[in-house]
Each structure stands twice: as structure tokens, then as C-alpha cells.
């Protein structure tokens, strides 16, 4: 089975920020990776697909990037509504798997 | 507009039964491979099981294959989660989602199955 480590856990940052967030496959799974945002009591997002496509939608300011074993999110320039938990998702083989989460709080 | 509304969670003793159901509606559900997803209280999310269009394909966590039973009725645009054998690490709220590799993004609400004495 492919593990996914995300990193890190959790992060503490600033509205304006650039903030990275990574995921590694253990293994190579190509492009076959999606990107996840989950608020609190909500369901979650896609943002991202096939590792760096826009989710429909989604701002400008999310992008993804990388192929194979190690992967991005990035968010330019945070803004209040990008507080949340984030989540990576490998669908290249199953069983597919998420990352155990990014928490992105305010400093 | 889309939805996804998932029923039929509640209180349930260990080793008992419950069957998860999944009403879709504004999209063309038959067209597309549907999944169940969970997540534990304060955890993260975990992927349970897949079902592609036309019940081709089918796949399951380890943790929860040959206890769980995926399927779909194209014809009721509905999703179903048999869930047998249940254990305490089964309760979470159960999110039924559609494709989760791209295309339309669709999730329910979640349903939420507990496990305990």
C-alpha cells in the first residue's frame, strides 16, 4: 500500500503569508494526487487535481505542484477564509489514502 | 443544484449492523464512480470504499474490507455503505462523496455512526 506523509502537522501563519504545505508518496504514484481543504463541521474541498489543476472555483492563489513521490500545496497570500485543515489524497492505487492533515492556524 | 444526503447513521453495539444510504440528486450520478470517506471524531479523513459507474469496479480499505459492502441503484441515484461486524474504531461520521480524482467535486454532509456498548 502507498503511505502518504504529509508535513507539516500543523502551521502557524499570518493573513499575507505564502504558505508551503508537502505531501510524500512512498512510493511513485506520477500526478495522481489531490489536494483537500476540510473547515471545522464541514465537509471537505477539492482545491487541487492531478497534483497541479485548479479545482473549478478554487482562487488563484492555491497552486500545486511535483509528481511521483513528493508534492506542494501552496498558498500565496493568505487570507482569513484559508484558515482550515488541509489534506493531500493519493489516487493513483488503491487502497487510495489521505495525508494525516496540514492544521493552518492564525498567528 | 447538487446534493448528496446521506442517511441512516446512529448508535450501534459492537459487533452490530448498519446500512449507510447516499441520495443524489442535480447531477448525472450513474455517470460517475462514488466513494465513502470517513473521519473519527478530531481525526483525519480516511478513504473506506470505491464503486466505479455500472458497479465495474470496487475496491476497500484494508480496514474494513470483508466486513463492509459497497453499492450503488443508478436507477434510485442512490449510494449504499453495508456495514457489518462493526467495531468501536468504526464510529466516525461517514462522508459519501463523488469522484475524488478529479471532475465535479460532490460531498454530502456526513452521517455519523457510533459504535459502543
Known amino acids: 500500500d502507498i503511505q502518504m506523509t504529509q508535513s507539516p502537522s500543523s502551521l502557524s501563519a499570518s493573513v499575507g503569508d505564502r504558505v508551503t504545505i508537502t505531501c510524500r508518496a512512498s512510493?511513485?504514484?506520477?500526478?495522481?494526487l489531490g489536494w483537500f481543504q476540510q473547515k471545522p463541521g464541514k465537509a471537505p474541498k477539492r482545491l487541487i487535481y492531478?497534483?497541479?489543476s485548479l479545482q473549478s472555483g478554487v482562487p488563484s492563489r492555491f497552486s500545486g505542484s511535483g509528481s511521483e513521490t513528493e508534492f506542494t500545496l501552496t498558498i500565496s497570500s493568505l487570507q482569513p477564509e484559508d484558515f482550515a485543515t488541509y489534506y493531500c489524497?493519493?489516487?493513483?492505487?488503491?487502497?487510495?489514502?489521505f495525508g494525516q492533515g496540514t492544521k493552518l492556524e492564525i498567528k | 443544484e447538487v446534493q448528496l444526503v446521506e442517511s441512516g447513521g446512529g448508535l450501534v453495539k459492537p459487533g452490530g449492523s448498519l446500512r449507510l444510504s447516499c441520495a443524489a440528486s442535480?447531477?448525472?450520478?450513474?455517470?460517475?464512480?462514488m466513494n465513502w470517506v470517513r473521519q473519527a471524531p478530531g481525526k483525519g479523513l480516511e478513504w473506506v470504499s470505491s464503486?466505479?459507474?455500472?458497479?465495474?469496479?470496487?475496491n476497500y480499505a484494508d480496514s474494513v474490507r470483508g466486513r463492509f459492502t459497497i453499492s450503488r441503484d443508478d436507477a434510485k441515484n442512490s449510494l449504499y455503505l453495508q456495514m457489518n461486524s462493526l467495531r468501536a474504531e468504526d464510529t466516525a461520521l461517514y462522508y459519501c462523496?463523488?469522484?475524488?480524482?478529479?471532475?465535479?467535486?460532490?460531498w454530502g454532509q456526513g452521517t455519523l455512526v457510533t459504535v459502543s456498548s
Open positions: 512510493q511513485g504514484i506520477r500526478n495522481d
Open positions: 492531478t497534483a497541479s
Open positions: 442535480g447531477f448525472a450520478f450513474s455517470k460517475y464512480s
Open positions: 462523496a463523488g469522484p475524488l480524482s478529479g471532475g465535479p467535486d460532490y
Open positions: 464503486i466505479t459507474s455500472s458497479s465495474t469496479y470496487i
Open positions: 489524497l493519493q489516487h493513483n492505487s488503491f487502497p487510495q489514502a
